[in-house]
């Protein structure tokens, strides 16, 4: 502890911090959190807004197949499997995003009822949930996606694109979920503890 607080000292002296050494770890650390949370945030938020135009892509192609069937009799083999693709890589790559603005849907009936460090608490019990379904995903989804990248896996349909580039965006967009999962509990056992949001 000792050493602790003279590195304190030190680093007061560095930066030309006048007060009591733990109130400047207080606010390292609230520095340190603030980047760690801010730099998840902007990563969901990337990766939500290229997945954002994704359902509107669809909408051209499924237009792009009506043009095609009806006037020109001339069905495509793709649309199908394309928007489905399109679709689902928006839903994978947008949860993050959804969890950042906190637009998952909850239960209000109880939630609403409490004020913000309450909301907090009850955010970090529901995380252990959370982690639970998340761990389970992405345990299952592991060996899954491996085996489909080594089989070069393809949809063996007519038109038969290739799948394990899905299985991937399918990790990967968990993998989102789940470190904008971690960034919500820090966020939430800041509140908790401080009463302050972060």
């Not at 192609?61 to 069937?69: A, C, L, S």
């Not at 995380?127 to 089989?151: D, E, G, H, N």
């Not at 991937?168 to 939430?188: H, P």
Request: a positive charge.
């Amino acid at each position: 502890m000792n050493k602790l607080i003279a590195l304190l000292e030190y680093l007061s002296d560095v930066v030309g911090y006048v007060g009591p050494p733990m109130e400047l770890l207080g606010k390292l650390t609230h520095y340190v959190l603030k980047l760690i949370t801010g730099a998840i945030g902007k990563i969901s938020t990337i990766f939500g807004y290229i997945a954002a135009p994704l359902p509107f892509l669809a909408g051209v192609i499924i237009f792009y197949e009506i043009v095609m069937r009806k006037f020109f009799n001339s069905p495509t083999l793709w649309v199908s499997e394309t928007t489905a693709m399109l679709c689902g890589i928006c839903y994978l790559l947008g949860g993050a995003l959804t969890m950042k603005n906190d637009g998952h849907v909850r239960v209000d009936i109880i939630y609403s009822r409490f004020g913000k460090r309450g909301k907090s608490i009850l955010d970090c019990f529901n995380f252990c949930f959370i982690a639970l379904y998340l761990v389970v995903m992405l345990r299952v989804i592991w060996p899954y996606m491996v085996q489909s990248i080594k089989l070069n896996e393809h949809s063996w349909t007519a038109w038969n694109p290739m799948v394990w580039p899905m299985k991937v965006i399918l990790f990967f967009g968990f993998c989102l979920v789940a470190l904008q999962a971690i960034s919500k509990l820090i966020q939430d056992l800041y509140m908790a503890i401080t009463g302050r949001p972060l």
